[in-house]
Every structure is written in structure tokens, then in C-alpha cells.
């Protein structure tokens, strides 16, 4: 893995940055109007505060942490749509590029993404709604790595399938995660969901993430439970996509998609 | 005789049941422009592609700088690089932005002063900070030749490199890799649908039809072997009849 070739690309998303207005836009846009809507149903549940307690901090917190993951996700998937859209694929892997140093590159945009997202809806839950999302403590840094691995995660994963099943796709790019959305309980414990779906939350992280937070919330303890299974479905989850993502590109250039992706 | 520095041995590359590459065998030398013709689908830039390790052949064996392709690839495409009007560069890019982030791909040193250079001999000052989806197809092109000779590849592969240049710039450009070839050894492979270009530039042609080679040499052989004054007359008669034979 060569770091030049990391901040190579790095470079290539940042120039496309300072030069894209719309993609700027994009990045405070939709998590602000999230935030907004969902602030006000926040204020108004609000009001019934005895059968909800905590429910400002439960809604408002979920929703920022809930675009973390999302934000993470996308870093990943769009930077490599963005390398589809101008036909631009060939050029890096008919270079000294890897796929793996091309992950390491989406990641850390991701990160980058994900920062300057948490910025906005931050800054807007406390002018708006004087939500502290630090409230959380120092739980919060666990939760927003883990929230990043299991958005990395769903980007893999729906990068490998764009590039193997090519633009018809693209949809995956903003829907898939949704998918994801229900069994993460973002908004809700997993003990109102089904018993054999709660099976199925249990073995994804953000669920793990998200119900720990609650517990810091409710019980004020540390999840540490809670963060042990979220790290450890991660790290299996990241090395087993990553390993598929491999295998995803040499079949893509067994079957001369990489260069036909696009076209 | 200089060494080879593209051996090809047996190349198929089989998609279902369509063979794009049917088991073709050949060598460049250091130095070596070699053209490869053929008609629209004859397996040119699937040649090329496979090169270039963005398809994996069927079977077959690739090496270069003497080394198999498979297991020294960071290595070899360190030192090749390519240029074709097929492929684009990111459109929101300036020509300059994009030619530091190649640079920056290749781990190249002296970055400024390298693509100063390049941007002088393709003539692209008038339009270096021009954002790439406003080029005319001939910036276009010569932004990818740019590209190309930036890392100051070994090898080159050309697929139809001066396909959208007006007949200067093309002439220049032509000039420009004979120039290159000269003083630093570069190797070529060209492709190119325009016979006197072809004619002009090649040392050695090949004849790709439906995959397979079907005729090999200088152009002045490959035309006296069909009993033609003119490469154009050998390659309509090759595209129109595969089994005419020399």
C-alpha cells in the first residue's frame, strides 16, 4: 500500500470539491433538512415528556449519530460513482493504483465527509434546538468509529455490487443503507421489533451502537456490552467485505466489466 | 537486436462464448513502434486492455521488462503507460489538477516542473486551466497524451491516439513519440484506423481479424505480400475476406 497513491485520489475528490458547488451543498443540505423536520417532531413528542422521558436527546442524538453511518457509507459508494461518471476507471487501475489503496482512499474522504456533516447538524441541533450532542460523554467517540466501520461496511459492499452489476445499480448507492435503517433501531429499541427480526438487528453493529447509546442515556452507564459486540461484528463484517471486494474486481476483470462499466 | 520488452504468448481472452482474443503471439522490442490493425471489433483495444491488466486473459502468458505480468504488476505499470480516445479524465478536473493528481498516482518528483513540461510539448497552454468538460475532443485527446507521456513511461500503449486532432496537432504529436522513441527508447504499441498514420509510424504491423493474427511484418512487406501498392487495399481486402492469404 502506498500512501502517495492514497492522497493521489485524496487530491482528485478534494479538487472536485472546491470546484462542485452542488456537491458542497449536498453535504449540508440534506442532513440540515433532516434535522430540521426532525427536530420538530422531536419538540412536539417533547411535550408528552412523562411517557418519554430523555426523548429531545433519544431523537435528536440518533439522528446525528444515524448520519454518521449514512455519511460513511456514502463517502465510499459516490466516490466510486464519481469515478464511473467520468469514465475515469481505467486510467486508475490501469495504474500502479490497488483496489485496496483505492478503499483506503474512499475511507478516509468518508471520514472527511462524515466531519464536515457532523459539523452542520451539530452546530444546527444547539442553535436550533439547544441539543447538546456531547451530552453523551466520552461514550460518543466509540459510537461515531463504529458507526464510520459499519458505514465503510454497507459502502463496500454497495460499491462491489455497482461494480459488478454496473450503473442499472446506482440506486443502491442512497438506498441500500435504508435498508439497514430498520433493524439498526435507530429511533427505537430492539425489543419492539419482532423476535426473530431482534435475531437479525442483534447481528449488526449500528443496532448495538444505537441501543448503547441509549442505555448511556437512560441508565448513564458505559455499554460496554454493547460496544464489544459493535466492534467485533464490525471488524469481522469490514474483513470479510473487503475480501469479497476483491474478489468482486478480478471477477469484474475476468468478465471486462471495469472498462465497460459506464459506456 | 534489442530485447524484447512485451512478450504476448498464446493470448485468448473469451467472453461466454465470444472469443475477443483467439491465442496471439508477439513481441516488442525496446525502442519498437509496432501498429496493430484491424477492424472495428478485431480484438485491438482488448489487446491492449489485457496489457494494461484491466481484463484478465482466458490463458496465455504476458510478460514485460522480462518479467510475467501476473505477481509484478505495481512494478510493470509503473513504467507503461497509455492513451486512448475511449477513456476520459474526471470532468470537473482542471488540465492542470488533473495532471498532478496522475503525477501524484505514479509517485512522481519535480510534479510542477513535469507538468509544465508535458503541457509545453502537446501545446496545451492556452487551455491548462481550463476545467476538462469544456475541452474540444482535440484538448481531450491531447490531455490524455498529456496523461501518458507525464510518467515518463517505458512502454506505451496508443489506442487511436490521434483520432480528434486536427492534421497539425496529430502531426506533431506523431512527431512528438517518434522524438521520444529516439531519445529515451520508448516502446509503442499504436493502433489507429488511419493507414498512411499507420504506414508512417509502425515499424512492424500486425493484422488482428476476429482475434486472430492474420498477417505480421513491415508495411512494405505486408504489402507486397498481398500483391498491393497500398496498406488500405490490404486491409479492406483482410476486413472483407479473412482467409485471403498472402
Same mark, same amino acid.
Not at chain 2, 470532468?91 to 482542471?94: G, P
Given at each position: 500500500m502506498k500512501l502517495h497513491r492514497i492522497t493521489a485520489l485524496l487530491s482528485r475528490h478534494l479538487y472536485l470539491y472546491k470546484r462542485s458547488f452542488p456537491r458542497v451543498l449536498e453535504i449540508i443540505y440534506w442532513p440540515f433538512v433532516d434535522l430540521i423536520v426532525w427536530g420538530f417532531i422531536t419538540l412536539y413528542l417533547a411535550q408528552f415528556k412523562s411517557a418519554l422521558p430523555s426523548v429531545v436527546v433519544f431523537f435528536l442524538g440518533a439522528l446525528i449519530l444515524w448520519d454518521v453511518l449514512f455519511r460513511a457509507q456514502q463517502g465510499i459508494t459516490i466516490s466510486f460513482l464519481e469515478e464511473i461518471w467520468s469514465r475515469n476507471l481505467m486510467n486508475l487501475f490501469a495504474s500502479p493504483l490497488t483496489p485496496g489503496e483505492f478503499l483506503a482512499a474512499t475511507m478516509i474522504l468518508s471520514v472527511g465527509k462524515v466531519l464536515a456533516v457532523s459539523c452542520v447538524t451539530v452546530l444546527a441541533a444547539l442553535a436550533f434546538?439547544?441539543?447538546?450532542? $456531547?451530552?453523551?460523554?466520552?461514550?460518543l467517540i466509540p459510537f461515531v468509529l463504529n458507526l464510520i466501520i459499519a458505514g465503510w461496511c454497507i459502502g463496500v459492499l454497495t460499491t462491489g455490487l455497482i461494480m459488478r452489476?454496473?450503473?442499472?445499480?446506482?440506486v443502491l448507492a442512497w438506498g441500500l443503507v435504508f435498508l439497514f435503517q430498520p433493524i439498526s433501531c435507530v429511533f427505537y429499541p430492539?425489543?419492539?421489533?419482532p423476535e426473530w427480526l431482534q435475531a437479525i438487528a442483534r447481528l449488526n453493529p449500528a443496532a448495538h451502537v444505537f441501543e448503547g447509546m441509549r442505555v448511556v442515556i437512560t441508565?448513564?452507564? $458505559?455499554p460496554t456490552s454493547e460496544l464489544v459486540w459493535a466492534i467485533g461484528l464490525n471488524a469481522l463484517y469490514l474483513t470479510g467485505l473487503i475480501a469479497w471486494f476483491h474478489k468482486m474486481f478480478a471477477a469484474c476483470k475476468e468478465k471486462g466489466l471495469l472498462v465497460r462499466i459506464g459506456e | 537486436m534489442a530485447e524484447p520488452i512485451v512478450q504476448v504468448r498464446n493470448l485468448t481472452k473469451r467472453f461466454g462464448e465470444f472469443?475477443?482474443?483467439?491465442g496471439i503471439s508477439f513481441e516488442i522490442r525496446q525502442g519498437e513502434i509496432l501498429g496493430l490493425l484491424g477492424p472495428n471489433g478485431a480484438g485491438k483495444t482488448t489487446t491492449i486492455q489485457i496489457l494494461l491488466g484491466v481484463i484478465t486473459p482466458t490463458s496465455g502468458e504476458i510478460r514485460v521488462f522480462g518479467r510475467p505480468f501476473d505477481g509484478h504488476r505495481e512494478e510493470i505499470l509503473r513504467k507503461v503507460n497509455f492513451s486512448s480516445t475511449y477513456v476520459s479524465m474526471p470532468?470537473?478536473?482542471?488540465v492542470e489538477e488533473n495532471l498532478w493528481v496522475v503525477a501524484k498516482l505514479y509517485g512522481l518528483d519535480r510534479i510542477a516542473s513535469r507538468v509544465d513540461d508535458v503541457v509545453k510539448r502537446l501545446e496545451m497552454e492556452e487551455f491548462?486551466?481550463?476545467?476538462?468538460?469544456?475541452?474540444?475532443s482535440g484538448q481531450m485527446t491531447r490531455l490524455s497524451l498529456a496523461k501518458a507521456f507525464l510518467t515518463d513511461p517505458q512502454v506505451l500503449f496508443l489506442d487511436?491516439?490521434?483520432?480528434?486532432?486536427?492534421p497539425d496537432i496529430a502531426d506533431k504529436t506523431r512527431a512528438l513519440i517518434k522524438e521520444i522513441r529516439r531519445t529515451a527508447g520508448l516502446t509503442v504499441l499504436y493502433t489507429s484506423h488511419n493507414m498512411r498514420e499507420m504506414e508512417e509510424m509502425s515499424d512492424r504491423i500486425i493484422f488482428l481479424q476476429r482475434g486472430r493474427i492474420v498477417a505480421e511484418g513491415t508495411a512494405a512487406a505486408i504489402k507486397a505480400g498481398y500483391g498491393e501498392s497500398d496498406l488500405e487495399e490490404v486491409f479492406l481486402k483482410l476486413a472483407r475476406d479473412p482467409s485471403a492469404r498472402a
Open positions: 434546538y439547544s441539543f447538546n450532542v $456531547f451530552v453523551l460523554g466520552v461514550s452489476y454496473g450503473q442499472e445499480v446506482e430492539i425489543s419492539v421489533l441508565a448513564g452507564a $458505559f | 472469443t475477443a482474443v483467439d470532468q470537473a478536473l482542471t491548462r486551466t481550463k476545467v476538462t468538460r469544456k475541452l474540444s487511436e491516439p490521434t483520432a480528434s486532432l486536427d
